[in-house]
């Protein structure tokens, strides 16, 4: 079940991929925190998708998931992994390359 | 009474059931483990860098595949899969054509420290809903995951890490597929991150040790939750075909034997056996000091099976097999044409060359190979030097053992040393190992050496006790037959001594004999003569007896004649007138 949020664009800058199991609560709590950080942070410039995998198993694979949930940055710059539930806000707009400062 | 079902021999023999094992098909280890590794529970491979534990998990997936028809998963946290099946093409397992197949799922876990973001709580389930879907999506029965521990570099969070793990384990069984589980050693630990504390049904422990600059693998069952398992060290060698954990062979004395005969090749050695021969499939040791012609004796035994069309194997750790083949030629023994022909294979290597297992499983292999029925070392003394007395032992036990179920007669030479006064004991200590026992040895009499042979022991028939001197000749080797002197058997010199002094002797028998007989004809010739003239004498006096007799009878003859006719009246005359006279 990918869920696809705000397609702001052709060339968005941020492409966001969270891996979430179900309705687990690190996987509630992970959905509403990246959603949070994108509104407060991002608005309109991004690209979420929210894939559950106990949906979609062969992803796992091919996504090379270990923890759970995961979010993976695939724009811009690097390509991260942040695995958890997001809530140390810190680190998630450290590894995003995001300046709290811009809001 | 044969239908009662009731029968209460039925009911005891249907005995509790056994923990369920799954064969792990690699050489050996089924049998130490007694039958496998535990079914749909978790194994714990550890071990040091270099000890075979990745190749262990594969060849126990492989394995699982051809052997035993299931399908496996294979989770690598280390090499990809790539690497791993290059690795392994080597050993003859394909890979990618299993995967192709469906019977196989490679999946490589990518850890990296650096591209990991810990940002909140968390869980691996997503390495469980990746295994998960590998196992479900080929229907596996084998899960290995080699150097799971790998997870620890790249999530910091140990806490969280160990109950995933445990719950991995928990979950593993659940599902009830036999796993294999790699882990590195650890100091002091089985395992680097303790993971024995979280595998607890069986653990294997592997290692590789250098004593004297040779490298031993070991594998050792530290333990095996309920059943039975061997204790010991066993070393294994990763060979063309894989693991081989040895013994390979039954570690139980229950082999089949046979009452067929082989012949020595000496005719005058197999009189000394009271079944004349050794029998096919025992094994032979020929003991002696150096120059004793225990590798001359070897190579008549090998010619004498490929003489009667039979497959010999020569494995020399002394000569090189040209060197053998015209040494022999000197004494008449020709190897060349069995060689030629195939019936004879020499396989010639420095002992040193190779660890003792290394040595076993070539031996092993070769006779696999070759199917010989016998099977002749020269000489097992030298394995000593690339492994320690019991070392040595162990393996020739190994390789007897080997020997023995194949059925496969088995000649050792075996060097001992001069000085040691008591040469009944080979310094490996395997002579009673074998069933018969043949030495060879200096008899040192007065400036002079000679050969001579004893059996010590023939298991199952008589043999002769005496010391029989024997002759390296051009034709090959001669037993002499026993010489008797004052002072027991005598050889050498004394032996010629002995016998120019029974030549002597009978010599001096027979001229007393013929003497004798030329007196008797004399004497018998005189009282031949006696006996003629006694008879003419008697003839004589016989005749002149007869003549008297004669003469009287005709005397008396006419005495009464005259006296009849004395006493007749006068012829009556007649009336009638006589005539004019």
Redesign the interface.
């Known amino acids: 079940m990918a869920d696809q949020q705000e397609p702001a664009g052709e060339e968005v800058e941020y492409v966001l991929h969270l891996?979430i199991?179900g309705a687990?609560p690190?996987s509630t709590?992970?959905v509403r925190?990246i959603k949070e950080i994108c509104e407060l942070y991002l608005k309109g410039r991004y690209e979420l998708l929210i894939v559950d995998?106990?949906q979609q198993?062969?992803l796992?694979?091919h996504e090379?998931?270990?923890?759970?949930?995961?979010?993976i940055k695939r724009r811009p710059g690097l390509?991260?992994?942040?695995?958890?539930?997001?809530?140390?806000r810190e680190?998630?707009l450290k590894?995003l390359g995001i300046t709290p400062l811009m809001s | 009474m044969q239908d009662n079902p009731t029968s209460p021999s039925t009911g005891s023999s249907a005995a509790l059931p056994k923990l369920p094992k799954a064969p792990s098909g690699i050489d050996g280890l089924d049998e130490i483990t007694e039958g496998g590794l535990p079914l749909g529970r978790p194994t714990l491979v550890c071990g040091s860098a270099g000890c075979g534990k990745t190749l262990m998990g594969i060849e126990f997936l492989v394995r699982g595949i051809q052997d035993y028809n299931e399908p496996g998963v294979l989770m690598t946290f280390e090499e990809t899969a790539a690497e791993l099946a290059a690795n392994v093409t080597s050993l003859g397992f394909d890979l990618p054509g299993l995967q192709a197949e469906g019977k196989l799922r490679l999946?490589h876990?990518?850890?990296d420290r650096s591209?990991?973001?810990?940002?909140?709580?968390?869980?691996?389930?997503?390495?469980f809903?990746?295994l998960?879907?590998?196992i479900d999506s080929i229907g596996a029965k084998r899960v290995v995951l080699d150097t799971i521990e790998a997870?620890f570099s790249?999530?910091p969070n140990q806490g969280v890490l160990r109950s995933e793990i445990r719950r991995l384990f928990h979950w593993l069984k659940d599902k009830g597929v036999t796993t294999v589980i790699t882990a590195e050693r650890g100091e002091g630990t089985l395992t680097r991150q303790g993971l024995e504390e979280y595998v607890s049904d069986c653990v294997i422990l592997l290692d590789n040790r250098v004593i004297d600059q040779i490298t031993t693998r070991r594998l050792r069952i530290v333990k095996y939750r309920g059943s039975t398992h061997g204790t010991n060290e066993y070393p294994y060698l990763i060979t063309e075909d894989g693991i081989s954990v040895l013994p390979v062979t039954s570690l139980q004395l229950n082999h089949a034997v046979s009452n067929d005969i082989v012949s020595s090749g000496i005719p005058a050695l197999d009189e000394m056996f009271g079944r004349r021969g050794f029998y096919q499939g025992s094994s032979v040791l020929i003991t002696g000091t150096a120059g004793t012609a225990k590798t001359t004796l070897a190579a008549t035994f090998a010619a004498e099976v490929c003489r009667t069309g039979r497959r010999c194997l020569f494995l020399a750790f002394e000569e090189s097999p040209q060197q053998l083949v015209r040494n022999m030629h000197s004494v008449n023994i020709e190897l060349a044409s069995y060689v030629a022909n195939g019936l004879l294979r020499i396989e010639a290597a420095r002992p040193t060359l190779n660890g003792l297992e290394r040595h076993l499983v070539t031996i092993h292999k070769i006779i696999g190979d070759y199917k010989p029925d016998a099977v002749i070392i020269d000489p097992i003394s030298n394995l000593i030097s690339v492994g320690n007395l019991s070392e040595v032992k162990s393996m020739l036990i190994r390789l007897i053992d080997f020997l023995k179920v194949n059925n496969i007669t088995a000649l050792f030479t075996s060097l001992v040393s001069g000085r040691n006064i008591q040469q009944e004991m080979t310094e490996e200590g395997v002579s009673s190992l074998v069933d018969t026992w043949i030495s060879v040895r200096d008899l040192e009499g007065i400036g002079e050496r000679n050969r001579g042979l004893s059996i010590l022991k023939s298991r199952g028939m008589s043999h002769s006790n005496k010391v029989r001197e024997f002759l390296v000749t051009d034709q090959g080797i001669q037993l002499l037959d026993v010489v008797i002197g004052p002072a027991g058997i005598v050889t050498g010199a004394g032996r010629l001594t002995q016998q120019l002094h029974e030549q002597a002797q009978t010599l001096a028998a027979q001229q007393e004999q013929e003497r004798k007989d030329r007196e008797l004809e004399r004497r018998r010739r005189v009282l031949e003569a006696t006996i003629g003239n006694l008879r003419t004498e008697f003839e004589s006096v016989e005749e002149e007896l007869r003549q008297i007799n004669d003469e009287e009878l005709a005397r008396q003859k006419t005495l009464a004649h005259n006296k009849a006719q004395f006493a007749q009246p006068l012829p009556l005359q007649s009336e009638k007138p006589p005539r004019a006279l």
């Open positions: 891996f199991t687990t690190n709590r992970a925190n995998i106990y198993p062969e796992a694979q090379q998931l270990i923890g759970a949930p995961t979010l390509v991260r992994r942040l695995v958890g539930d997001l809530s140390d680190r998630v590894a | 999946d876990v990518h850890v591209e990991i973001e810990e940002t909140g709580e968390y869980d691996l389930e997503g390495l809903i990746r998960g879907h590998a997870l790249g999530f």
